[in-house]
């Protein structure tokens, strides 16, 4: 099993997906050896950047709050409206950033941002705009918070106090994601492997956040990108180039190269 974070991994800076990766994927099915997307978009985000192959993928999404095999539902780990009123309350208090609250068929922000707008559209295809988020009634997977400059600087220690109840996670240079104790990506990653009866010493992982943590703890293969954050490189077993010099390509042309020896 082959999984790969999205954004600053699988994507180059240009958020675009590389023709020569689509080439590998299918070496990969012939090998039977299945492909999940893992990342802190929304789902049908991950879906639209792997529109050619997205029957044949497994998607984990929401940073693992959401897990989606074709249409089957592996996954869903919603954050409770209790726990969802007590985070915005503390987000009030906080300058200059953006919540999103991300459900599993949209994300609700919001509408009065334009530039925040612009900049969402990247990451949730689907979403509403509303006057308050604190009336929002319906289930959410997560709330993620965007700064312009740095979500480790001036998101992060805003809400750091929080992980005594809930998972906190640095998810990108401008994000921060807040959810349940058990949506992250290490812990859909364990239930796909049980669902396949594939071990750790089966599963190669690529990652380049700190979302990525958990997940890459779960494959005796683990791989950070040359652009991960430190975090990443020290928990990672080995290293490949960046996103931008085909990191996750080089190292599955080197496993199927070694497959056919």
Same mark, same amino acid.
Request: proline share 3%.
């Given at each position: 099993?082959?999984?790969?974070?999205?954004?600053?991994?699988?994507? +180059?800076?240009?958020?675009?997906?590389?023709?020569?990766? /689509?080439?590998?994927?299918?070496?990969?099915?012939?090998?039977?050896?299945? /492909?999940?997307?893992?990342?802190?978009?929304?789902?049908?985000?991950?879906?639209?950047?792997?529109?050619?192959?997205?029957?044949?993928?497994?998607?984990?999404?929401?940073?693992?709050?959401?897990?989606?095999?074709? %249409? *089957?539902?592996?996954?869903?780990?919603?954050?409770? *409206?209790?726990?969802? *009123?007590?985070? &915005?309350?503390?987000? %009030?208090?906080?300058?200059?950033?953006?919540?999103?609250?991300?459900?599993?068929?949209?994300?609700?922000?919001?509408?009065?941002?334009?530039?925040?707008?612009?900049?969402?559209?990247?990451?949730?295809?689907?979403?509403?705009?509303?006057?308050?988020?604190?009336?929002?009634?319906?289930?959410? &997977?997560?709330?993620?918070?965007?700064? /312009?400059?740095?979500?480790?600087?001036?998101?992060?220690?805003?809400?750091?106090?929080?992980?005594?109840?809930?998972?906190?996670?640095?998810?990108?240079? +401008?994000?921060? $994601?807040?959810?349940?104790?058990?949506?992250?990506?290490?812990?859909?990653?364990?239930?796909?492997? %049980?669902?396949?009866?594939?071990?750790?010493?089966?599963?190669?992982? /690529?990652?380049?956040?700190?979302? $990525?943590?958990?997940?890459?703890?779960?494959?005796?293969?683990?791989?950070?990108?040359?652009?991960?954050?430190?975090?990443?490189? %020290?928990?990672?077993?080995?290293?490949?180039?960046? +996103?931008?010099?085909?990191?996750?390509?080089?190292? &599955?042309?080197?496993?199927?190269? +070694?497959?056919?020896?």
């Amino acid at each position: 099993m082959v999984v790969c974070d999205m954004d600053g991994t699988l994507l +180059n800076s240009n958020h675009e997906v590389s023709n020569r990766f /689509f080439e590998l994927f299918q070496q990969l099915q012939e090998r039977n050896i299945r /492909f999940v997307a893992a990342s802190g978009r929304q789902y049908h985000s991950i879906v639209e950047k792997l529109r050619p192959i997205k029957n044949d993928i497994i998607v984990i999404a929401e940073n693992g709050g959401f897990a989606m095999e074709r %249409e *089957n539902e592996l996954l869903s780990t919603p954050l409770p *409206n209790i726990h969802k *009123n007590h985070v &915005l309350n503390v987000l %009030e208090n906080i300058p200059h950033i953006h919540p999103v609250l991300c459900g599993k068929h949209s994300a609700y922000l919001l509408g009065n941002d334009t530039d925040f707008i612009t900049k969402l559209q990247e990451y949730y295809t689907e979403y509403e705009l509303l006057q308050d988020l604190h009336a929002h009634q319906g289930e959410i &997977l997560k709330i993620a918070i965007y700064h /312009f400059e740095s979500s480790e600087k001036y998101i992060y220690p805003a809400v750091k106090h929080l992980e005594n109840e809930l998972k906190v996670k640095i998810s990108g240079t +401008n994000w921060v $994601d807040i959810s349940s104790q058990n949506a992250h990506k290490g812990f859909a990653l364990q239930k796909v492997q %049980e669902l396949h009866r594939v071990t750790p010493a089966e599963t190669m992982v /690529f990652g380049d956040y700190n979302n $990525d943590l958990e997940m890459l703890a779960l494959a005796d293969f683990s791989f950070a990108m040359a652009n991960a954050h430190p975090m990443v490189k %020290e928990a990672a077993h080995y290293a490949t180039s960046s +996103n931008d010099d085909f990191g996750v390509e080089r190292v &599955l042309q080197q496993l199927l190269d +070694n497959a056919n020896q």
